[in-house]
């Protein structure tokens, strides 16, 4: 079998990942394919004063955020034709691990942890889906940011998925990790998809976390 599109979102033991990515980026290279690596937001977590853009550096001090990190530094130096590096920013969908945990803490009368110092945008499965479907179709390549395109204080956002759960009175649990705003938000500015790609925060909330 010789794909001629790959879509790496693998998870797993780190050391391994590096590895297979090693194998994908050569593949590419003497093949007629092109690999599209999911990549994160933390690969900028050690910026905190701004949103970060497409062309900005990347530094990270997670152990998370170097690791995509090493393999986005794979990628940068294939073809730019034979590659695209799709950051992503917290991913909140109706079956994902976020939500069920979070509606889980709700019912069991558990405390939910909320940043109230952490600002970021989001997105969900759906509308990465839709994305990520228009830049293969289209040929695209090179550095995306794909998530909403305002941005939003974690409490916040956490409440008004939690106002959706049902009539409880949730706990949450304030954490802060330092007395100012932080960012951890991905925006596009020079690779920018067309407006009915384009959603906000309040859509994600909306239409998509907790029909």
């Given at each position: 079998?010789?794909?001629?599109?790959?879509?790496?979102?693998?998870?797993?033991?780190?050391?391994a990942?590096?590895?297979?990515?090693?194998h994908?980026?050569?593949y590419?290279?003497?093949?007629?394919?092109r690999?599209?690596?999911?990549?994160?937001?933390?690969?900028?977590?050690a910026?905190?004063?701004?949103?970060?853009?497409?062309?900005?550096k990347?530094?990270s001090?997670?152990?998370?955020?170097?690791?995509?990190?090493?393999?986005?530094?794979?990628?940068?130096?294939l073809?730019?034709?034979?590659?695209?590096?799709?950051?992503?920013?917290?991913?909140?969908?109706?079956?994902?691990?976020r939500i069920?945990?979070?509606?889980?803490l709700?019912?069991?009368?558990?405390?939910?942890?909320?940043f109230?110092?952490l600002i970021?945008?989001?997105?969900?499965?759906?509308?990465?889906?839709?994305?990520?479907?228009?830049?293969?179709?289209?040929n695209?390549?090179?550095?995306?940011?794909?998530?909403s395109?305002?941005?939003?204080?974690?409490?916040?956002?956490?409440k008004?998925?939690l106002?959706?759960?049902?009539?409880?009175?949730?706990?949450?649990?304030?954490?802060y990790?330092?007395?100012?705003?932080?960012?951890?938000?991905?925006?596009?500015?020079?690779?920018k998809?067309?407006?009915?790609?384009?959603?906000?925060?309040?859509?994600?909330i909306?239409?998509?976390?907790?029909?």
């Amino acid at each position: 079998m010789q794909p001629h599109i790959i879509i790496s979102a693998l998870r797993g033991h780190f050391a391994a990942q590096i590895i297979a990515h090693q194998h994908l980026t050569e593949y590419v290279l003497n093949h007629q394919a092109r690999l599209y690596f999911l990549s994160s937001a933390n690969v900028f977590d050690a910026y905190s004063k701004y949103p970060s853009y497409e062309t900005d550096k990347t530094l990270s001090e997670s152990i998370y955020g170097r690791l995509k990190i090493k393999i986005e530094n794979m990628l940068l130096r294939l073809p730019q034709e034979k590659m695209g590096i799709l950051r992503i920013p917290m991913v909140f969908g109706n079956g994902s691990p976020r939500i069920k945990e979070m509606k889980d803490l709700v019912l069991a009368n558990e405390p939910v942890e909320v940043f109230p110092n952490l600002i970021i945008n989001v997105t969900n499965d759906d509308k990465l889906t839709q994305q990520i479907h228009y830049i293969i179709n289209r040929n695209k390549t090179g550095v995306f940011h794909l998530g909403s395109k305002d941005l939003v204080h974690h409490e916040e956002f956490t409440k008004e998925i939690l106002d959706r759960v049902g009539t409880f009175n949730p706990i949450l649990k304030r954490v802060y990790t330092t007395n100012e705003d932080r960012y951890l938000a991905v925006l596009p500015k020079t690779n920018k998809l067309p407006k009915n790609l384009q959603f906000s925060y309040q859509e994600i909330i909306d239409h998509h976390v907790l029909k």
